[in-house]
């Protein structure tokens, strides 16, 4: 059993697929165990990527995801972080199979409709930077 973090970004969000990408998730079988909307500010974008901080897009990345509210879900399941990657697709919407998410909802590499966690490390991180721990009994 293992825990991921997914988000739905600003512009699946702002398109309105934040449902059809929820319902995609438990279709799939993974549970959504925590769940809430909200709208980053830029401060907080920059925590949470932090570990993009030396990348040439990270200043674009930052102004993206804090440009309008996202749905941040913690998701449950045997191998919850390689399954949720899968059905995401891969980072650069424009290479995505159309039966992923980013296939479906994004743009471009950047605008890339979802996030999930890459690593058991990153998940806890994560996890934690968006809910507390009575959030997820
Ligand atoms: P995500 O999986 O959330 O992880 C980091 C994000 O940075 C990524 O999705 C994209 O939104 C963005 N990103 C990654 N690579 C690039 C790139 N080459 N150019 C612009 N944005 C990128």
Known sequence: MQRTLALVKPDAYAAGH????????QESGLRIVAIKSLHLTRAQVEGFYHVH???P??????????????????????DAISRWRALMGPTDATKAPKDTMRGMFGTNVERNATHG????????????FFFAGNELV
Do not use: N
């Not at 200043?59 to 913690?74: N, Y």
């Not at 890459?118 to 806890?124: E, I």
């Open 18 to 25: 934040q449902g059809a990408i929820a319902a995609k998730i």
């Open 117 to 128: 966690s890459d690593a058991p490390d990153t998940a806890a991180f994560e996890v934690g």
């Open 53 to 55: 901080a030396a990348r």
């Open 57 to 78: 897009f990270f200043g674009d990345l930052c102004t993206f995801m804090s440009e309008g509210k996202i749905l941040a879900m913690v998701l449950e399941g045997d």
